[in-house]
């Protein structure tokens, strides 16, 4: 094992992540990055990387969204920063109309306000369940690539490629480590 990505279903409220982490580190001396929304920071003395998920920086619409107050996760996201030989990034969905030009540029702002190298993947929304979303258009995520840009040094985007995406299409195996 050379690397380990914990993410999906907030691995930080997982318990057994500290106690995972250690042993990975000890047992293979791996890179561990985790993925987070960052509203519960675990411990990250066993953690390289942190990808953090930046739903929304505006408090109303960060709730909106999410169902839950925003409450410390920006400062959270300074703390991680701010970790001795932790990696930050910052990652976002992009969605029309909604999560769009006018919040990606907030939060643009708000990672160069920490740092304007920390990385920035803007991630192009895809439909699923019952949300009255559209997908962005190439053309959007290139115009939202070029705004948040203008404020940080190092920013990419995904796009969906395929015309329809399956549930199968986002399956990974899953590994028992222990």
Avoid at 130 to 154: C, I, S
Avoid at 171 to 176: G, N, Q, R
Wanted: hydrophobic fraction near 35%; include cysteine.
């Amino acid at each position: 094992i050379k690397e380990v990505l914990f993410e999906g279903q907030e691995p930080s409220i997982d318990p057994s992540l500290s106690k995972i982490c250690q042993h990975l580190k000890d047992k293979h001396n791996c890179h561990i990055t985790l993925n987070t929304n960052g509203v519960k920071l675990p411990d990250l003395s066993n953690i390289d990387e942190v990808v953090f998920s930046l739903k929304a920086v505006t408090p109303a619409l960060y709730e909106d969204y999410t169902r839950r107050p925003i409450g410390n996760l920006l400062d959270n996201f300074k703390e991680v920063y701010q970790t001795p030989g932790v990696k930050l990034r910052a990652e976002s969905v992009f969605i029309p109309g909604y999560i769009g030009f006018g919040e990606t540029d907030r939060i643009a702002r708000f990672i160069a306000s920490v740092d304007k190298d920390i990385p920035y993947r803007i991630d192009a929304y895809f439909e699923s369940g019952d949300n009255p979303w559209r997908k962005p258009t190439p053309e959007e995520m290139g115009d939202t690539v070029d705004l948040a840009k203008k404020h940080l040094t190092t920013v990419t985007c995904t796009q969906q490629t395929k015309r329809n995406l399956e549930k199968e299409d986002l399956m990974f195996e899953v590994v028992k480590l222990y």
